[in-house]
C-alpha cells in the first residue's frame, strides 16, 4: 500500500535540533490529518487541512509547525522538542465529501526526543 | 466528555472465533470505524458501521447498536497474522473522530 507515505520513517533528535516530517498522498484526497500516537494511548488528533487550509488545531504546542503546500503534500515541523514528544507521528488523508469518509494512514514516523 | 473504550489485550487461538468490544459516549454519532494496526505499519481500514446491525466482510464482521452505544468487531477463523491492535473510532456530531487506545489481540497456535 503505497497511498500515504511518510519520510523518515525514524527519526532521533535532541532538543535543541530542528526537522521535519513529511507526508504524502496519491490518493487524489483534499484532506490531509498529522496524528501522534503513543504507546497504549488513543490517537491524538493535531492538525487537520482541508483543501489546503488548516481548519483544526488541537491546542497544540507551538513547537509543532505545520505546513500544507498543496493537497497532496502536508508537513510537520518540529523545533525545540520535548523529551515527552517522542512518539509515532501519523499522516492521513481523506476525501472530505460528508459521507462516509475513510481515513487512510500513511505508515508513521518513530520519533525518539533525548 | 467523549470517550471509547474497548479492552486492552485479548488472546484467542489460531483457527477460533474472537469478539472485540467497543463501547462508546460521544456528542453526536456520525459512523463508527474499525482499523487494524500491525505493530509498526499504519493503521489499515476494516470497516464502517452508520445503521445498527451487522456489516460482513469476508473473516471479520463489525456490529453496531446506536441506541447502546456499542460495536463489536467478529473476526472468524482466526489465522496467524491477525495479531495485531484493533482500533475503533467514532465520528462526533463535528465530523472529528473520536479514537479508543485499541485492543491488542494475540492469536496463539
Known amino acids: 500500500e503505497t497511498g500515504v507515505t511518510q519520510t523518515p520513517r525514524h527519526l532521533v533528535m535532541g532538543m535543541t535540533n530542528k526537522k521535519s516530517l513529511k507526508c504524502e498522498q496519491h490518493?487524489?484526497?483534499?484532506?490531509m490529518y498529522w496524528y501522534k500516537q503513543s504507546a497504549k494511548k488513543p490517537l491524538e488528533l493535531m492538525f487537520v487541512?482541508?483543501?489546503?487550509?488548516?481548519?483544526e488545531n488541537n491546542s497544540v504546542p507551538s513547537r509543532f509547525s505545520p505546513e500544507c503546500p498543496n493537497s497532496s503534500h502536508l508537513f510537520l515541523h518540529l523545533h525545540t522538542l520535548q523529551p515527552e514528544d517522542s512518539a509515532l507521528y501519523l499522516c492521513?488523508?481523506?476525501?472530505?465529501?460528508?459521507?462516509?469518509?475513510?481515513?487512510?494512514f500513511g505508515p508513521g514516523t518513530r520519533l525518539l526526543v533525548l | 466528555g467523549q470517550n471509547i473504550d474497548q479492552p486492552t489485550e485479548m488472546t484467542a487461538t489460531e483457527g477460533a472465533i474472537v469478539q472485540i468490544n467497543c463501547t462508546y459516549q460521544?456528542?453526536?454519532?456520525?459512523?463508527l470505524f474499525w482499523y487494524q494496526q500491525h505493530a509498526g505499519e499504519a493503521p489499515t481500514f476494516l470497516s464502517y458501521?452508520?445503521l445498527d446491525g451487522l456489516e460482513e466482510k469476508g473473516r471479520f464482521s463489525s456490529f453496531l447498536s446506536r441506541s447502546k452505544g456499542y460495536s463489536y468487531l467478529l473476526l472468524k477463523e482466526l489465522q496467524m497474522k491477525d495479531s495485531a491492535s484493533y482500533l475503533c473510532?467514532?465520528?462526533?456530531?463535528?465530523?472529528?473522530?473520536?479514537w479508543g487506545a485499541g485492543t491488542k489481540l494475540i492469536i496463539k497456535p
Open positions: 492521513a488523508s481523506s476525501q472530505a465529501s460528508g459521507d462516509q469518509e475513510t481515513q487512510y
Open positions: 490518493l487524489g484526497h483534499n484532506a
Open positions: 487541512y482541508n483543501f489546503k487550509e488548516q481548519t
Open positions: 460521544t456528542s453526536g454519532f456520525n459512523g
Open positions: 458501521n452508520v
Open positions: 473510532a467514532v465520528r462526533d456530531s463535528n465530523y472529528q473522530l473520536i
